[in-house]
């Protein structure tokens, strides 16, 4: 079975700043897809980003871009110059079978 | 992408009733999903939902305390059947396009008291 793993439950970082969420995977298998979610406090999940495994190049979109390492099985989510409508819940997903399994999430604020 | 509306957005619901959850999407689409999401947690996946056939549920979770319907592409039902105090979560649809893109509902927070 996948799993996926988000070891920070929390970060904080002042407004403007960089900051990269973390975020390992286990699977057996080889084509498969990787996402970044976010989900502020209005609870509608937001699809931020999203990582094709046989593709080399890192996926960006604007701020938003990850560090793909497929042989580490490591999905990191880097956000530069944030902002205040970046805070919210982040989740990382493996896609597996046409089904979503979920990290545990990490608590991004990012303090003016 | 695919836009999806989810209703009630919330309820409040006394033990042993059932609330029924409708999920309606502005698009065709194979494979709608069910999610819980507890207090502070991550997303649980509670089924697949599938047109013309019956649901598939993951473990733990069995149809007759959550039933689902999807009687065509666009539209399905989850039910949360006598309900308990432990069923207050955040239940949320999800479809799946063929760019194998995941879009959500807005989530439907439900308190059982």
């Known amino acids: 079975a996948q799993t996926v793993t988000q070891s920070q439950p929390e970060m904080s970082v002042q407004e403007a700043e960089t900051v990269t969420l973390s975020c390992t995977y286990d699977?057996?298998?080889?084509?498969?897809?990787l996402f970044w979610y976010k989900q502020p406090p209005s609870r509608q999940m937001i699809l931020v980003i999203r990582?094709?495994?046989?593709?080399?190049q890192n996926a960006t979109e604007n701020r938003f871009s990850v560090n793909f390492q497929k042989a580490a099985k490591s999905f990191s989510l880097k956000i530069s110059d944030s902002q205040l409508g970046d805070t919210a819940m982040y989740f990382c997903a493996f896609e597996g079978a046409q089904k979503l399994v979920f990290g545990q999430g990490t608590r991004l604020t990012i303090n003016p | 992408s695919a836009v999806i509306s989810q209703k009630p957005s919330r309820d409040i619901c006394q033990r042993g009733t059932s609330l029924t959850i409708q999920c309606q999407v502005d698009s065709q689409v194979t494979m709608m999903f069910w999610y819980r999401q507890q207090p502070g947690q991550s997303l649980t996946l509670i089924a697949t939902?599938?047109?013309?056939?019956?649901?598939?549920?993951e473990s733990g979770f069995v149809i007759d305390k959550f039933p689902i319907s999807r009687p065509n592409l666009t539209f399905s039902t989850l039910t949360v059947s006598n309900m308990s105090p432990e069923d207050s979560s955040i239940y949320l649809c999800?479809?799946?396009?063929?760019?194998?893109?995941?879009?959500f509902g807005q989530g439907t927070r439900l308190t059982v008291v």
């Open positions: 939902a599938n047109q013309g056939s019956e649901a598939t549920y």
């Open positions: 990582q094709e495994a046989y593709k080399q």
């Open positions: 999800s479809v799946m396009t063929a760019r194998t893109e995941a879009f």
């Open positions: 699977t057996s298998e080889n084509n498969y897809y």
